[in-house]
């Protein structure tokens, strides 16, 4: 299997944090996919709920970003609006800075406004960046116009997933792209399966693997966790085949 040594470009100084440590408490975002079926022209709302867990009162910042992954474990945060299906331009935000109260919570209300365009088909995404700003409320959001810093520090940023389906439109279908088995030094066998979503619908596949011998018994029924793929998006599943006996 090709796996690529992934190639990262630091552009700034920054540890970017895009999960929650255990180690940190501050800001928390309940329900990082935000997921609703619409029709051409629909207007629908939504809340996206910011808690916070410390005792003093913290800040964040709310940006727009498109959102592409690949198998390979790139991830690729663009310029909003700029993928074919992309829909950063239809969802407005009622706040792009918020300073939670201590132990509290602040709902942030969005609109989604669906083009009234009947060409379009299948499922269009984006994400909302939701940024702590270190330092709480003293950086203001104009002191942190863009993620960028000359110092080195560690920004806790959560990705909210916004998705739209246009009603039960787009053709589904996924391409495996590569494929490997891979053994450890402790004898853990893995396989690797590279999956393509070459649709227009947003899908949550699970892949599986059923293992026959050569005299056609079956061995066992060997199971992933399902994944989220989004049209022109892959993902790599990974299938524990350790419990496999030995043999052809």
């Not at 989604?112 to 409320?137: K, T």
């Not at 619908?201 to 011998?213: A, G, I, Q, T, Y």
């Not at 056609?216 to 060997?222: E, K, M, N, S, V």
């Amino acid at each position: 299997m090709r796996m690529g040594t992934i190639e990262t470009a630091v552009r700034t100084l920054l540890v970017i944090a895009l999960l929650a440590g255990a180690c940190h408490a501050g800001i928390v975002v309940d329900g990082l996919v935000h997921e609703r079926m619409a029709g051409f022209g629909e207007v629908y709302t939504g809340t996206i709920t910011i808690r916070n867990a410390e005792a003093e009162t913290m800040a964040a910042r709310i940006y727009q970003k498109d959102y592409m992954f690949y198998s390979n474990g790139s991830n690729v945060y663009g310029e909003p609006g700029v993928e074919a299906r992309s829909n950063a331009p239809w969802v407005t935000l009622g706040a792009n800075y918020v300073e939670v109260p201590g132990q509290g919570s602040v709902d942030v209300e969005y609109t989604v406004n669906v083009p009234a365009d009947d060409s379009l088909q299948g499922s269009y995404w984006s994400l909302l960046m939701i940024e702590e700003l270190p330092g709480g409320v003293a950086d203001s959001a104009e002191a942190y116009p863009l993620p960028q810093r000359s110092s080195v520090t560690q920004v806790l940023r959560y990705g909210v997933q916004m998705v739209t389906h246009i009603g039960g439109t787009g053709k589904r279908s996924v391409t495996f792209t590569d494929r490997a088995l891979v053994q450890t030094e402790d004898g853990t066998r893995t396989l690797m399966i590279d999956v393509e979503n070459t649709g227009e619908r947003s899908l949550r596949p699970k892949l599986w693997v059923e293992l026959h011998d050569t005299s056609g018994d079956r061995l066992g029924r060997f199971e992933s966790a399902k994944k989220r793929l989004y049209p022109g998006t892959s993902v790599r599943y990974a299938i524990d085949l350790t419990a496999a006996p030995s043999g052809s």
